[in-house]
């Protein structure tokens, strides 16, 4: 009776689906002068080797884990030390800090030296870089594009006005890079005008009660704001309390920062730094269009960005790097509930012929000579949407897309329909060709109801000269240089568009010169800035800075 009993036994775990390779077999384990022929110590014992069996299999993944990471480890270490020049750490410095390096004068065959930002902390999701850390939250934000065309001047011109302007007194910048990873003579600029800024607010600090017009009296256009960095933080600006930047990690360490930034009364926004392929990484556009440049894909990237942080601002500002200045904070005026959206006319209309292919923009590519000749919207939009227009709409003028300043809920709007628009143009054209993105604003402002009536109801378009953006080309000015003045006692804010098609290049080297001769005319900032030694001493930089 034993003996049938096991054998059925061995017939049910053999076909058990859970233990297919484990039999149990009566004949050998238990023969017949075994003392156990029970049926309970036949279980006993499979139950025995079953647990041994699962305790060699889990020994068995433990070591071939630890083999897997030893290897990893020493791959990893053989790829450093074939690699060395990769790794470049912060900071660097050049053997001569006078000369002017620009993306043009790369080895366009070679590929440019790179930065591993290992030592850097990641600004958001693990996104990002994180080249300032805020002192506390802030309650706007200005997210500026570089493009492919612009240089390590242009950079270097752009934040050093943001700094002076005291813009980032209440504002954090995001700069949005079209390469990756970052060429090193970009992070060189921004480590530079961070050593800048903090000695220019270390120095003010020192001068006690003076006012900064008369630390620096020469000054006249670009005059340091540290007012602005100093003063204490009201409700009204930020809100109950302060809080914490949104950006980087939370822990110990930024509540040293905040710490520091109470005793010191010192207050500044952060400076942040993104590639369009993290916030982009499948170039939504190339599916409609060949070779999508950073001017398109920047509408993509503003719309994700702009949602991830949507709820810790209440003012945006979109603008460009390459050719803009800021010499007053533009973002103070609006107020801290102000819902209003601020578009800027350039001095062009509908008609006008548009740009060709080696326009500063770069985002051209008429695939005739008959289409050169076209107007700015009839070579979007088509011949038969043109001949629709009435005379009224041809006069129109075109909305710059340079610069766009509001609440962060219609500058949100805004990136949306354009991000949107772009796709529905580039499926309605016959070429796969980019195309010019101020002619789809400047469609959805006047000839589209996708914006909505609540952004609609606040948009306030603003024509060049008659708001504190002066946006160039505008109309002509006479000889004399007096673009940043619309009256003896009234200066702009924001200088927009001096390296944009239209401006001469002889009115272009004599903006430029005049802001770095102004920068550069106060003695204090000559000891500060090392760049102002050169500036001085050789007049013709300025003709290398226009180009």
């Known amino acids: 009776m034993y003996e049938v009993g096991a054998r059925r036994l061995s017939l049910e775990v053999r076909k058990s689906l859970s233990m297919p390779m484990l039999i149990v077999d009566d004949s050998e384990s238990y023969p017949e002068s075994s003392k156990c022929p029970s049926l309970r110590c036949k279980l006993s014992t499979y139950m025995h080797r079953k647990a041994k069996s699962t305790i060699s299999l889990c020994v068995g993944i433990v070591l071939c884990t630890f083999v897997l990471s030893v290897l990893t480890f020493a791959l990893d270490l053989w790829k450093v030390s074939e690699a060395p020049r990769l790794l470049v750490s912060f900071p660097y410095k050049l053997r001569n800090h006078t000369s002017f390096v620009k993306p043009s004068d790369v080895v366009p065959d070679r590929r440019p030296e790179m930065i591993v930002t290992r030592e850097e902390e990641a600004a958001l999701e693990g996104m990002g870089v994180l080249y300032r850390k805020g002192k506390c939250g802030m309650p706007q934000i200005v997210v500026a594009h570089l493009s492919e065309t612009t240089t390590a001047e242009d950079l270097k011109l752009f934040l050093r006005g943001m700094h002076r302007s005291g813009l980032l007194a209440s504002a954090d910048l995001v700069l949005l890079f079209p390469w990756q990873p970052l060429p090193r003579f970009f992070a060189k600029v921004i480590r530079d005008e961070e050593r800048y800024f903090q000695r220019l607010l270390a120095q003010h600090h020192k001068a006690g009660t003076r006012r900064p017009t008369e630390s620096v009296p020469e ?245 060049s000269g008659m708001s504190p953006v002066n946006l160039l080309p505008g109309p002509p000015r006479g000889d004399d240089f007096n673009d940043f003045f619309r009256r003896e006692d009234s200066r702009f804010a924001v200088l927009h568009g001096f390296k944009n098609e239209g401006v001469t290049e002889r009115r272009r080297e004599k903006i430029l010169k005049s802001l770095w001769q102004d920068i550069c005319n106060s003695q204090n900032d000559v000891e500060i800035y090392t760049d102002c030694y050169s500036a001085v001493s050789a007049p013709e930089i300025y003709s290398k800075l226009s180009s």
């Not at 190339?286 to 810790?312: E, H, K, T």
């Not at 008959?370 to 107007?375: H, K």
């Open 219 to 463: 000054s006249k256009l670009s005059i340091f704001n540290s007012d602005a960095y100093t003063k204490p933080l009201s409700v009204s600006d930020f809100g109950k309390g302060r809080q914490e930047s949104v950006w980087g990690a939370s822990g110990a360490r930024n509540d040293s920062a905040s710490t520091e930034s109470k005793d010191d009364g010192v207050h500044y926004g952060a400076v942040i730094g993104f590639d369009m392929q993290e916030l982009d990484p499948d170039d939504a556009f190339s599916g409609f269009l060949d070779r999508p440049s950073a001017n398109l894909r920047r509408w993509v990237c503003y719309q994700i960005l702009l949602g991830m942080v949507r709820n810790r601002y209440r003012h945006a500002m979109l603008t460009q790097v390459r050719g803009t200045f800021f010499l007053k904070n533009v973002l103070a005026p609006l107020k801290r509930r102000d819902p209003s959206l601020h578009l800027y006319h350039t001095g062009r209309r509908w008609a006008d012929v548009h740009s060709s292919p080696q326009s500063l923009y770069n985002v051209f590519s008429p695939s005739s000579e008959a289409n050169a000749t076209t107007g700015v919207i009839e070579s979007v939009y088509g011949k038969k949407f043109w001949n629709s227009l009435e005379e009224e709409d041809r006069a129109r003028k075109v909305i710059s897309t340079g610069l766009i300043v509001g609440g962060i809920r219609p500058v949100r709007s805004v990136a949306m329909a354009m991000a949107t628009e772009i796709v529905r143009v580039a499926l309605l054209r016959k070429t796969r060709d980019a195309f010019n993105p101020e002619a789809v604003l400047s469609f959805l402002v006047h000839k589209s109801s996708v914006l909505g009536k609540k952004v609609a109801s606040h948009l306030q378009v603003h024509d």
